[in-house]
C-alpha cells in the first residue's frame, strides 16, 4: 500500500519561479489537505478539498492554488515563488466521517533562494 | 483559530509521566493527536469525539473535556522511544483541521 505520495521530496526554486507539488493518494480518500510547516513550528493548513472538484482555503491560503479534478490527486501550486514559503509541505488524506484518522505523506522539503 | 497547546516543551526521564494540553476557545466536533520525530511526517495517535470519552493506546491516553473544549494527553511510565513533537488537531466543522503549535517531549536515559 503506497498510501500518501508526494513529490519531489527536495527542491530549490528561485523567486519568481513556479512549481507545482504533487500529491497523489492510492486509498480512495474523499478529504485531502495541504498543510506547510516552518523550522520548529505546527502544521498550517493551506488548503483541503472534501471531494473531487470541490477545494476551500485554509489558514495561507496566499500565494498557493490548488485543483481536484480526480479522487486521488490533490496537486498545489506555487505561481512566483517568494522566501517566505520556504518551508516542508504535507499532503494528508481521510475518510469520510469525524473518526478517521489523516494520512500523511513525507512531505516536500523547499527552499527559495 | 488554532488550538492552544500546553506546555511548549517538557523533558523526562525515563519511567516518568507527563500530561500535555489542547484548548480551544470555540466549540470541538473532534480532537486528534499526532507525534512527529523530527524530520519525518506527523504519525497518528488517536482521535477524541464530543462525549468526553477517553481513549488509550498503550501507555498513551486522552480525555476531551466538551464543556471546556478541552483535550488531555497522558503519557505515562515514558519510555525513549516517546520523545518528539505532539500535535493536536482540532475539528471544528467536520472538514478542515486546525493544528497547535505542538509540544516537543524529551525523554532521557
Known amino acids: 500500500n503506497a498510501g500518501v505520495t508526494q513529490t519531489p521530496k527536495f527542491r530549490i526554486l528561485k523567486i519568481g519561479q513556479s512549481m507545482t507539488l504533487q500529491c497523489t493518494q492510492d486509498m480512495n480518500h474523499n478529504y485531502m489537505y495541504w498543510y506547510r510547516q516552518d523550522p520548529g513550528m505546527g502544521l498550517k493548513l493551506i488548503y483541503y478539498s472534501v471531494g473531487a472538484g470541490i477545494t476551500d482555503k485554509g489558514e495561507v491560503p496566499n500565494g498557493y492554488n490548488v485543483s481536484r479534478s480526480t479522487t486521488e490527486d490533490f496537486p498545489l501550486r506555487l505561481e512566483l515563488a517568494a522566501p517566505s514559503q520556504t518551508s516542508v509541505y504535507f499532503c494528508?488524506?481521510?475518510?469520510?466521517?469525524?473518526?478517521?484518522?489523516?494520512?500523511f505523506g513525507d512531505g516536500t522539503r523547499l527552499s527559495i533562494l | 483559530q488554532q488550538p492552544v497547546q500546553s506546555p511548549q516543551a517538557v523533558i523526562l526521564r525515563e519511567g516518568e509521566d507527563a500530561v500535555i494540553n489542547c484548548s480551544s476557545s470555540k466549540a470541538l466536533y473532534s480532537v486528534h493527536w499526532y507525534r512527529q520525530k523530527h524530520g519525518e511526517a506527523p504519525v497518528f495517535l488517536m482521535i477524541l469525539l464530543k462525549g468526553g470519552e477517553q481513549k488509550g493506546h498503550e501507555k498513551i491516553s486522552a480525555s476531551f473535556n466538551e464543556k471546556k473544549q478541552q483535550s488531555s494527553l497522558y503519557l505515562t511510565a515514558s519510555q525513549l522511544s516517546y520523545s518528539g513533537t505532539y500535535f493536536c488537531?482540532?475539528?471544528?466543522?467536520?472538514?478542515?483541521?486546525?493544528f497547535g503549535a505542538g509540544t516537543r517531549l524529551t525523554v532521557k536515559p
Open positions: 494528508a488524506s481521510r475518510r469520510t466521517g469525524s473518526n478517521q484518522p489523516q494520512h
Open positions: 488537531g482540532t475539528d471544528y466543522n467536520n472538514n478542515d483541521m486546525r
